[in-house]
């Protein structure tokens, strides 16, 4: 039985993983950015403001070659990611989005997992020890 929990929990992050493999066209792109979103309300809804699947951008950062690597990496490392158990409500921190259309929503703190936007919807899990947090506060930081 506990075999066939680790052969399922594989082949599920191994399928989220390739279907996220077509993030790679991003490496290729000029125009890719990072913003950190805020808490989703209805005043947020009317303000105006840049919004991202309803979610206010409270910064953003048009990301370099480089940093659109590092992220990438981090996004298909595998040891990125845990088997779903999480039942706490997603509030995305953070959405990567190329030319202005939305890839991946995330959040990295207080319940860590991605909506990944491809072909189809897919939803993982992120270990709370991964090197994704790393990567963005790089970014955050400017170095």
Do not use: W
């Not at 808490?39 to 840049?50: A, H, M, V």
Request: glycine fraction near 8%; hydrophobic fraction near 35%.
């Amino acid at each position: 039985m506990k075999t066939l929990l680790m052969l399922a929990f594989s082949s599920f992050i191994f399928k989220g993983c390739n279907e996220m493999g077509k993030l790679e066209g991003l490496k290729n792109s000029n125009n890719v950015q990072l913003h950190r979103l805020g808490e989703k309300s209805n005043d947020s809804l009317k303000t105006g403001k840049l919004q991202v699947e309803g979610y206010p951008v409270l910064q953003s950062y048009t990301l370099t070659g480089e940093q659109v690597n590092q992220l990438l990496n981090g996004f298909f490392n595998k040891k990125n990611y845990i088997k779903p158990v999480r039942r706490c409500e997603f509030l995305p921190q953070y959405a990567l989005q190329q030319e202005n259309k939305t890839v991946v929503l995330f959040e990295l703190s207080y319940c860590p997992r991605l909506i990944y936007y491809g072909d189809s919807t897919i939803r993982m899990e992120i270990a709370t020890s991964n090197t994704l947090k790393g990567i963005v506060e790089k970014i955050e930081s400017g170095k």
